[in-house]
């Protein structure tokens, strides 16, 4: 039989979660393991410098007092059991869209990361909305690519980050992060004892996104799958930056 593990960053309660474990009983059996609270933004962490709990629910669902990776790491080294191992892993469907720059702070994309690493093919759906959240679409569709990767595969070391649209939805596209116009907005506020305490948000400039991102894809009504892996090596680069170290070598030895 089929073992998927679920996770996310928006808590074992989000709608989208629900709604993705429910599309995706019909490939096999869904193991959820998820966050007790919501962690946006947790992008890659680990939580190194406290105990983690665990706490089951049932005999298919599980919450870690942690971020997504921490659920994704206990989940397959000490929650399941070795014949119980996944055979891939989804996360979301997250309450808004993880574009562009944008994935790198995800705790979504960072829950199908980590379980790559691990060697468990991974992939993570987001709703582009902000508000009116309607899952059904996107979670169709985070079925229809779990069914695709389990009888295809996926390039060693890649995961999907799938971003689709609200609304009608025109087609798929293959595409490449985008970069997100945008600056963060930093407001000020007094708590009740008198001490300051601030939010952190971003303000967006509208654009034309480039032909060929994930930005374009969604503005265009098109479902987008991105491609990512955890190496973030700018390989174009390599060549000129060694000629650098190079320079700087002979400077330090004729100084």
Not at 104 to 129: C, D, F, N, Q, R
Not at 192 to 201: A, E, L, M, S, V
Not at 215 to 241: C, F, Q, W
Request: hydrophobic residues 40%; negative net charge.
């Amino acid at each position: 039989m089929t073992r998927i593990l679920l996770t996310n960053d928006d808590g074992i309660h989000s709608a989208g979660l629900v709604a993705l474990e429910r599309a995706l009983r019909a490939v096999g059996d869904v193991y959820v393991v998820a966050p007790a609270a919501e962690m946006s933004g947790a992008s890659h962490s680990l939580t190194l410098a406290r105990p983690l709990r665990i706490r089951q629910i049932d005999e298919r669902h599980w919450t870690v007092d942690g971020t997504p990776t921490d659920c994704v790491t206990l989940a397959l080294h000490k929650i399941l059991q070795e014949d119980e191992l996944p055979h891939v892993c989804a996360s979301g469907i997250n309450h808004g869209g993880n574009l562009g720059d944008d994935a790198t702070y995800s705790g979504t994309v960072a829950g199908a990361l980590e379980a790559t690493i691990l060697g468990v093919p991974g992939l993570a759906v987001s709703l582009v909305a902000r508000e009116h959240f309607e899952f059904a679409e996107a979670a169709h569709f985070g079925l229809l690519a779990v069914r695709k990767i389990l009888s295809e595969g996926l390039p060693e070391g890649s995961l999907l980050n799938i971003n689709v649209p609200p609304g009608e939805i025109k087609g798929v596209r293959v595409t490449r992060q985008g970069i997100k116009n945008a600056r963060p907005v930093i407001t000020e506020h007094i708590d009740p004892r008198g001490k300051p305490y601030f939010w952190i948000g971003e303000q967006y400039y509208r654009s034309s996104a480039e032909e060929g991102t994930d930005y374009r894809a969604i503005e265009e009504g098109y479902v987008s799958i991105t491609p990512l892996k955890s190496d973030m090596t700018d390989h174009n680069a390599l060549s000129e930056i060694e000629s650098w170290e190079y320079l700087a070598s002979s400077e330090v030895l004729h100084t």
